[in-house]
């Protein structure tokens, strides 16, 4: 109703929505656009075009821990067996 009497054009309106429906996603799963698009019902790619084109930062979203690259990781038994 907010957007209807301040005579937002319906485009964007819509852009709008999508960008905090988009947004509470991500806060909900720190970032992690894998397990976001999942939750969307849509493709990881095109969540990631999605937030190029609304101009999300999503790096605030991220709780700052990475994996390590493989090289740094140690081996698990499994894979040492299996070379």
Sequence with gaps: MQ???SN???AEAVREFKK???LTVLQENKGNQCRAARELGMHRNTLSRTISELK???RPLRDGVRRPPRS???LTLE???AR
């Design 79 to 81: 894979k040492k067996i």
């Design 56 to 58: 999300i930062d999503v």
């Design 3 to 5: 957007m209807y009497k």
């Design 72 to 74: 740094a990781r140690p």
């Design 8 to 10: 937002i054009l319906y």
């Design 20 to 22: 905090k429906f988009i």
